[in-house]
């Protein structure tokens, strides 16, 4: 049978799918139609394309339609005893047709929100994803009744009833389960483990599909799923310390998967909050309403930063498929989706738009060379390819630093060039010694265990300290142990006030990393000194202990890695410094910026990356500097 022959399409039509009767592995009919959107009445599909192969087909009166194997299942699973109007891309679009093809992406924010259900695919059944299913099931049914941890909560605890309100669902018809659940840690926790390695939840074109949708639904295999019980599985209860199935560095997918979907829920919950008035006093409310500001608003830029690790067949999708979550950066600002033009020059104008943007700051620093991965995008903006980071970063906290002082943030695009911009600011010192190579590449962010912070502290003094010709630290007059201290936390502040927690804690854990076995027997002798050296308590020292494992995020999720200047500055720089890089505080930024000449074209620079230099946080470089005084520089 003739391959099927698309006919055009106008601005405002699409296509459907009627899937005809059929059961088990009969083969697949249907017929595909040309409507008016605005018309049409259809169920819309969320699923992973997975391979760009298409062996499998679906026989139509106007000739064969080829798919992937993905579609072709979901769609042997959807049957029902009467016709089923459908709209999936990988049939409704001419794929083929790269114009149509940027047509419907613009379209497609309305297609998801106009559908009457939209029917997401987590995958086929799996011999342990029923087992999954209902362990997930029983964790939150067994545990919302203490109390919801939400992951996004920074470690507070919702009551029932306002997990329920915020999950829209009714508390009273929620049957709670009363029986045993398995151990933490037994093997049966596993399915779990492996059912949030699904692929749906790393996909990039599901988190607006989700979002957007009306009523969406759930199928794993022919089984399906209500979201918000879904959602309720990733919460710990009560006072349990995280979730009973692993999430660790030998799940690292599945974690992924499981924050990604953490993060589509509460966009979608906190913008249905927002369309009641009872809702958004919800949401304004001082306990627990500052949880969901960062979703709140969906700066582009933001949303872009959170599903970094989220997966996309080609590079430009990433933008694309964020555009329709976005709400300062739309295909009503002008964006144009291009399937034509190369994917740097589609990097290029995004990285242009969100530099001009009020939080143009923010997109610089972000990037640099420590995470790029495509030598045609320029270094100013973030690479969005590649291996995944983590989504946390020190611009997403609600941090003090103001390294350039109360200036603002002065950015002018190159006429001509697409990959050049000027900043305005002042070069403070240059490095003297070169990072230990690391293969030219960004480093994928990974599981931090104890001994990498032990490990790291321990080496980062050494690097820091060895051959120090001074007895105090000359910027802060402070010991030069003490901040070495605050450089490798990335910390600003009065070391034995705001600090004194802190240094308690990063002295043990030196201590712990250094001092030999016979010498560890003699903690208790060691903690009274230190008590007695900051003037401590005990209960001091144990918050600092709980602080220092978050403060210390920053340089592993970055990374960072320290190392002296040339004036006797201690800084964390990303990893690929070299000798020679400069550092700078650039006018609105709030953190210092590491430059590298250019080899290749002369007076420009490359942007290697923000960075932690331990008595420049505070603006104490421009205390005096006028807005004159400020060096014009054009980076690459």
Same mark, same amino acid.
């Given at each position: ?74 769609? !042997? ?53 029923? !087992? ?59 399915? #779990? ?104 608003? #969906? ?41 034509? #033009? ?246 609105? #930024? ?47």
């Amino acid at each position: 049978m003739a391959s099927h022959q698309y006919s055009p399409l106008t601005a405002s039509q699409i296509r459907l799918l009627t899937l005809e009767p059929g059961t088990g592995d009969a083969p697949l009919l249907g017929s595909l139609s040309i409507v008016s959107l605005n018309a049409a009445s259809f169920e819309a599909l969320s699923y992973v394309w997975g391979s760009g192969e298409k062996p499998c087909q679906i026989l139509t009166p106007s000739g064969v339609l080829p798919m992937t194997k993905s579609l072709h299942s979901f769609l !042997l699973r959807l049957r029902l005893d009467k016709p089923r109007v459908l709209w999936a891309d990988g049939l409704c679009i001419n794929q083929a047709d790269d114009e149509e093809k940027g047509s419907q992406v613009m379209l497609m924010p309305e297609i998801y929100s106009k559908a009457n259900t939209v029917l997401v695919d987590l995958g086929e059944a799996t011999d342990d994803s029923d !087992l999954a299913l209902d362990l997930l099931d029983k964790h939150w049914r067994h545990g919302i009744w203490k109390g919801a941890q939400l992951g996004l909560a920074g470690g507070q605890t919702l009551t029932p009833e306002v997990f329920a309100f915020y999950l829209g669902i009714d508390l009273t018809r929620v049957e709670p389960f009363e029986g045993e659940l398995p151990e933490r840690g037994d093997i049966a926790w596993n399915a #779990c483990t492996n059912f949030w390695n699904r692929a749906w939840f790393l996909r990039v074109w599901v988190v607006q599909e989700f979002i957007l949708a009306q009523n969406p639904v759930m199928y794993v295999g022919s089984r399906t799923v209500d979201w918000r019980h879904l959602f309720a599985a990733t919460c710990a209860y009560g006072d349990a310390t995280g979730l009973p199935w692993r999430m660790d560095g030998s799940s690292e997918a599945s974690h992924r998967g499981m924050m990604v979907y953490i993060c589509v829920v509460t966009i979608r919950q906190v913008r249905r909050l927002q369309q009641s008035q009872e809702g958004r006093e919800f949401l304004q409310k001082d306990s627990y309403g500052p949880l969901w500001y960062k979703f709140s608003t #969906c700066r582009f830029i933001e949303v872009l930063h959170y599903f970094q690790f989220c997966e996309a067949t080609l590079d430009r999708d990433r933008y694309y498929a964020l555009l329709a979550v976005s709400q300062d950066v739309t295909m009503q600002t002008g964006v144009v989706v291009d399937y034509v #033009c190369p994917a740097s020059t589609v990097v290029k104008r995004f990285a242009r738009l969100l530099i001009s943007r009020p939080y143009g700051d923010e997109l610089l620093l972000r990037a640099g060379l420590w995470q790029l991965w495509h030598d045609d995008i320029p270094s100013w903006t973030q690479d969005l390819a590649g291996p995944r980071k983590s989504p946390q970063h020190i611009t997403m906290s609600n941090n003090t630093f103001k390294a350039c002082g109360d200036t603002a943030f002065v950015v002018d695009l190159h006429p001509r060039l697409d990959d050049i911009i000027s900043i305005r600011g002042k070069m403070i010192d240059v490095l003297v010694t070169s990072h230990k190579p690391n293969n030219g590449r960004p480093q994928e962010a990974g599981q931090i265990t104890l001994q990498d912070w032990l490990r790291y502290l321990a080496e980062g003094v050494d690097d820091l300290l060895r051959d120090y010709p001074h007895t105090t630290y000359h910027p802060t007059n402070e010991e030069p142990l003490d901040a070495a201290c605050m450089t490798l936390l990335a910390r600003s502040g009065d070391a034995f006030t705001t600090d004194k927690k802190l240094l308690m804690a990063f002295y043990t854990m030196l201590w712990h990393g250094l001092a030999p076995p016979e010498v560890l027997a003699q903690k208790p002798a060691y903690l009274l000194v230190l008590l007695k050296r900051f003037r401590g308590t005990i209960e001091e020292w144990n918050q600092g202990l709980k602080d220092i494992t978050r403060e210390i995020l920053w340089p592993f999720i970055q990374p960072l890695r320290p190392a002296r200047t040339k004036r006797g500055y201690f800084a964390n720089l990303p990893p690929c410094f070299e000798a020679g890089d400069e550092v700078w505080v650039v006018s609105g #930024c709030q953190l210092p910026l590491l430059l590298r000449r250019s080899r290749d074209r002369p007076g420009i620079y490359r942007l290697v990356g923000s960075c932690y230099v331990h008595g420049l946080m505070r603006g104490e470089a421009v205390v005096d500097a006028k807005e004159c005084e400020f060096t014009r520089v054009w980076v690459h």
